[in-house]
């Protein structure tokens, strides 16, 4: 949990059921603070010199040799190189990397008849906000998300175990546009037992005070 005598001024708050890009280069870090504790948050890479490399799940396990995302660990792209680092971690950790992000089409599917905020739409909202278009939803590293499985392969959903407070930091091992969703899932338990999105605060320590860009 982030002391309070250290503690900066968010540089914003990632409002619930809401997604945003944010541009990092290369050596910059951010910290992503989990303010409830329960909100997963979906998240993407993209090269901000050519948005056909994108983060890739498959090969982040498989450079890893790991289903989850922990601490130290570096997130790859299509092309296997390193986006950015897990750099430290106050959760339990195990961040998942194998479940979708959500889609109208999921919420459809859990019985909901008007259209639902999905991460999907998240991504494709916030890269439309920065000028970028891309045809597809890449996989998403689900931050705080508790996916536990089974020997046999079964996987289950349950509640973040992160504590109200709890920060990771990443830092980019490249140039790189960094997509967030605050999932807006309110059905099932996956953004804890209240089915209630949370916002998330964000807070880039090494960027000059008032300078983004």
Known sequence: MMKEQNRLDPFLLLKASHGIALPL???????????SGNQVVDTWAINQHDRHEYMAMEHTRSLNSHIFFEQGMKAYSN??????????????????????????QLYQQL???????????NFHEALREVGIELSFTPASLNLF??????????????????????CITLAADMDIWLI??????????????????????????????GKHE
């Open 145 to 166: 998300m508790n996916v536990p499985f089974k020997t046999s392969g079964e996987l289950d959903r349950l509640p973040p175990v992160s504590q109200a407070g709890e």
């Open 25 to 35: 280069n290369k050596g910059q870090e951010i910290i992503i603070e989990n303010i």
């Open 79 to 104: 092309l296997r190189h390193p986006m950015f680092t897990l750099l430290s971690d106050q959760t339990p950790g195990h961040h998942d990397t194998l479940l979708c992000p959500c889609t109208e």
């Open 180 to 209: 967030l969703s605050a999932c807006p899932q309110d059905i099932t338990p996956i953004n804890g037992a209240s089915r209630t999105p949370q916002d998330i605060a964000l807070y880039l320590p090494n960027t000059p005070e």
């Open 111 to 121: 019985g909901v008849k008007q259209y639902h905020r999905n991460c999907s739409d």
